[in-house]
């Protein structure tokens, strides 16, 4: 029998190659995923997303509707048009799972996130983050001698702007929820 | 009307009033409750392996064989977990399964007691949906749920896992009836307008192709019939994946024989060359496509699936119609006979004399040797000497004997051909032949086999015996992994790592302590006699097939490859597979 020859190149392509992130334009959507809130329904999401390779950029969970046991998550995703399109049919064909609504492509979203930032300091940096805070319209929600906690509600943009702010100013630690999102009216 | 009784009671009245009347199963301690319901009845009977994989695989063979739902029953922690590789195996290839595990009491739940498994937990990516049950009152709503969601849409297997606590608890028996199934409901009407897409296509294309697939045979058997029609009303050429094998009628002149990786010559050239790709119910696996960029790169595709998932998944498509595939094909049939039963006759005819030039390639020859057993010569005497039997059932193992039991038998009807196909699991066939024979006791059933594979999961031989089922072990010997041997001599240099089956029993031997007739063969002449001995004897047998030890399976598409670069031989494998084919699977 013949040793095996290697030709170089005559490859280009495989069935391993389909998500080649240089290939296609990579795009963010948010979807909102109506479910049963049944025992291990958000591990099964999750599990999806792992087990399948896709990403997760910000995921948010919570009941919605009490009386028909529906919870809302929200996944902030990305990938190719095709992967994307894939994470649909995936989630879409899970038994728990009522509705996928990509919000991106239904004309886009409101989407918000509330997070806390514990900032530590006394003088003239926590004079500028109170100041700041004010600027940004975030609350004061607990205060000691030497420290604040803010309390701030927006986009993730706005979120990372503000955390920015906050780090020269003695941040020691923040709490975000990730996005909640919702479909803009028709209008 | 609605009953107090207990969980196990519950269990087995939710069985019986599903139509069951099989079960294959292992007890243990968290499903003894269950257990001694199954005692104190007799409409079901169960069938006691001798591992929980093999339990799973049985049941397979069961469901692909009737049409029905398979269901297991295994006990917690270790029965469960033993079963996940079937119902690997069931998930991808699209397999009706109900399998019930018995768990630790809830109160004993997270402690890690005794044989306790996680076993929603790590069943949820191998199964279509799991449920843990706490409650005896919700426990038949939930069987009746998974026994729907199980054979619903894309048949899978589903896993319900019982709490011991919740089979002695007496509860409510909630009717099939009553259940409500709104929740999962797949769709199955396919969409106007693309059906009128696919007739306009049919009507002027020139070089066709059906490309079927096991969703054929998953949707039943009017879609066989349906899609019988139509090809033969149309006269366009008909391929299938190793799964759909039976579909259509390999003994019809449009029959052009498995396509893929080791599909035959014609059937990957007309694949490649055609302009109308017609994909029923098989899913552009990389076992059927090759290299991707250069797939069927003249086409118009279109896919018939009742998975949206499956829909633009590794190849795009340009007529997507998701939808039952019995339903999809009446509303075609309909509507091109309404429309006059038109074709483009000349196109057609002269891609017929195009395939007919493949055809000749012969591409199934092979070396006749008069020493030494070649494979393929075992398997078209087995064909020759089998295919009248038109109760005769095929189960393979997985390698090189799988490829050349799919090439050289021929299947006229559909349900007759269990295989591993998705998972490809070494083990999948003898038990997968007990299920077979169970659910056809009179039946011909055969189990072509490699040694190695057949080792995997030789304990069902007990189980064969215990329940007088005659299944025939048709073992092709080559003291080889095949397959892994073929590749590392064709990708690795011929460094044969890890690839003998050294230290093998006596097959014979071994037949005979089980109880079973054991039959040896070395000598081409002596394979005929050896094949009517086998059939002629009441009971199970174990062929010990000695084949030719290097033969390589060809055709072949090798990784990285696409349809128009097959290897035909030995003679043409020098520097087929290149580097970037040689990290492929």
């Not at chain 2, 169960?46 to 591992?51: K, P, Q, T």
């Not at chain 2, 349809?563 to 597979?577: F, K, L």
Request: hydrophobic share 40%; proline share 4%.
């Amino acid at each position: 029998m013949n040793s095996l020859k290697i030709k170089k190149g005559t490859s280009k392509h495989s069935a391993y190659d389909l998500r080649d992130p240089n290939s296609e334009i990579i795009e963010t959507h948010t979807l909102a995923v109506i479910v049963t809130n049944e025992s291990g329904v958000l591990a099964r999401v999750i599990g999806l997303f792992s087990g399948r390779g896709y990403n997760i950029h910000s995921l948010t969970v919570a009941e919605i509707d009490h009386d028909s046991n529906k919870s809302r998550i929200t996944i902030v995703t990305t990938g190719t048009p095709q992967v994307l399109t894939q994470i649909k049919a995936q989630l879409s064909r899970m038994i728990p799972v009522f509705d996928v609504h990509d919000l991106t492509e239904e004309g886009g979203t409101v989407e918000r996130e509330l997070a806390l930032f514990s900032v530590t300091g006394k003088g003239n940096k926590r004079v500028e983050a109170l100041r700041l805070a004010d600027i940004f319209r975030a609350n004061v929600v607990d205060t000691t001698l030497d420290s604040f906690i803010f309390e701030l509600t927006g986009t993730s943009e706005k979120v990372d702007a503000f955390l920015d702010l906050m780090r020269p100013l003695g941040l020691t630690e923040i709490a975000r929820t990730g996005i909640a999102a919702l479909a803009r009216g028709n209008n | 009307m609605v009953r107090t009784i207990t969980g196990a009671e519950i269990v087995v009245q939710a069985l019986i009033d599903q139509g069951v009347d099989t079960i294959f199963g292992y007890p243990g301690g968290a499903v003894l409750p269950i257990y001694d319901a199954i005692f104190k009845q007799k409409k079901i009977k169960h069938i006691l392996v001798r591992h929980e994989q093999g339990a799973t695989h049985a049941a397979e063979g069961y469901a692909r064989s009737t049409g029905k739902t398979g269901v297991v029953l295994v006990t917690s922690g270790p029965g469960a977990t033993n079963a996940v590789t079937g119902m690997t195996d069931a998930l991808m290839d699209s397999i009706p399964l109900v399998v019930l595990t018995g768990q630790v009491p809830t109160f004993m739940i997270g402690n890690d007691a005794f044989q306790e498994a996680d076993t929603v937990g790590i069943t949820r990516p191998c199964t279509k949906h799991n449920w843990l049950v706490r409650d005896t009152d919700k426990l038949s709503e939930v069987i009746h749920q998974a026994f729907h969601v199980a054979k619903t849409g894309r048949p899978g297997p589903v896993l319900v896992d019982i709490p011991k606590d919740v089979q002695f608890a007496k509860g409510q028996y909630t009717n099939i009836s009553k259940v409500d199934r709104s929740g999962y409901s797949p769709r199955v009407k396919g969409d106007t307008d693309a059906i009128i897409s696919l007739v306009n296509l049919i009507e002027t294309a020139e070089r066709p192709i059906f490309y079927t697939g096991g969703g054929v045979i998953n949707s039943g058997l009017k879609a066989t019939k349906l899609l019988r029609d139509l090809a033969d009303q149309t006269n366009f050429p008909v391929t299938s994946t190793l799964m759909g094998l039976g579909a259509y009628p390999a003994s019809s002149n449009q029959w052009l024989g498995m396509l893929g990786m080791h599909g035959l010559y014609e059937a990957n050239m007309a694949m490649h060359g055609c302009d109308l790709m017609i994909n029923v119910g098989a899913r552009f696996d990389d076992r059927i496509t090759g290299r991707l960029d250069a797939f069927s790169p003249n086409s118009k595709k279109v896919h018939i699936d009742i998975d949206p998932s499956s829909i633009n998944k590794t190849v795009n498509v340009d007529v997507p119609i998701i939808g039952d595939i019995e339903n999809v094909l009446k509303e075609t049939l309909k509507l091109w006979k309404s429309r006059g039963k038109k074709t483009n006759k000349s196109g057609v005819s002269s891609w017929w004399d195009t395939i007919a030039t493949w055809r000749n390639k012969d591409c199934l020859s092979y070396k006749a040797n008069s020493q030494t057993i070649k494979p393929q010569y075992a398997l078209e005497r087995l064909e020759a000497l089998t295919s009248h039997r038109s109760d005769r059932y095929i189960c393979t193992e997985v390698g090189q004997h799988q490829m050349w039991a799919a090439q050289y038998l021929n299947f006229n009807d559909p349900n007759r051909w269990m295989t591993s196909g998705g998972l490809g699991t070494m083990g999948y066939g003898l038990p997968a032949s007990i299920g077979v024979q169970v659910a056809h006791p009179s039946s011909l059933v055969i189990n072509v086999a490699g040694e190695a594979s057949w080792l995997m999961n030789m304990q069902e031989m007990g189980t064969a015996i215990q329940f007088n089922l005659p299944v025939k072990q048709f073992i092709l010997n080559n003291e080889r992994l095949g397959m892994v041997r073929q590749w590392q001599e064709l990708l690795h240099g011929e460094r044969y790592s890890q690839s003998w089956s050294e230290a093998l029993p006596d097959f014979v031997k071994l037949a005979e302590a089980f109880g079973a007739k054991g039959l040896r063969c070395d000598k081409p002449e002596d394979v005929d006699s050896t094949i009517e001995e086998m059939m002629a004897y009441d009971g199970p047998v174990i062929v010990d097939c000695l084949v030719e030890k290097h033969e390589n399976c060809f055709p072949m598409i090798a990784s990285g490859s696409a349809h128009n670069e097959m290897i035909m031989g030995d003679s043409e494998t020098a520097g087929t597979i290149s580097s970037k084919g040689a990290v492929l699977v």
